[in-house]
Nanobody
Framework: QVQLVESGGGLVQAGGSLRLSCAAS????????MGWYRQAPGKPRELVAV???????NYADSVKGRFTISRDNTKNTVFLQMNSLKPEDTGVYYC???????????WGQGTQVTVST
C-alpha cells in the first residue's frame, strides 16, 4: 500500500522560510520522479516543483529562484526548501508522482503552509 506523508508546514511571516518533507512508502521510490503540489484556498491544485529520478529539477515560474526541491533515496523522502515566502504561497502542500498532467497515487493528508503579511 502506497503512503505519502507530508510534514513541515506551519505559520511563517512573509520573507521567512520553511522546509517540507514527504516520506514515501510502498513504492520503489528511487525510480520515480517526485513532485510537490500546492492547493491554495479556492484554487485548483498546482504542481510547483518536480525532481526526476536522476535529480533534474523543474519549477513553476511562481516559485522559481525561491523554492528548491531535493530528494534522499536512502530515506525515501523528498524535500521542498521554501525561502522568501510570500502570502500567495499559502496553501496545503502535497507530494505525489507526476504522470503527465495527472498524478499516480492517492493523496496524503498534506501539510498546511500559511504565510502572513
Amino acid at each position: 500500500q502506497v503512503q505519502l506523508v507530508e510534514s513541515g508546514g506551519g505559520l511563517v511571516q512573509a520573507g521567512g522560510s520553511l522546509r517540507l518533507s514527504c516520506a514515501a512508502s510502498g513504492i520503489m521510490f528511487r525510480i520515480y520522479a517526485m513532485g510537490w503540489y500546492r492547493q491554495a484556498p479556492g484554487k485548483p491544485r498546482e504542481l510547483v516543483a518536480v525532481i526526476t529520478s536522476a535529480g533534474s529539477t523543474n519549477y513553476a515560474d511562481s516559485v522559481k529562484g525561491r523554492f528548491t526541491i531535493s530528494r534522499d533515496n536512502t530515506k525515501n523522502t523528498v524535500f521542498l526548501q521554501m525561502n522568501s515566502l510570500k502570502p500567495e504561497d499559502t496553501g496545503v502542500y502535497y507530494c505525489n508522482v507526476p504522470r503527465g498532467n495527472d498524478y499516480m497515487f492517492s493523496w496524503g493528508q498534506g501539510t498546511q503552509v500559511t504565510v502572513s503579511t
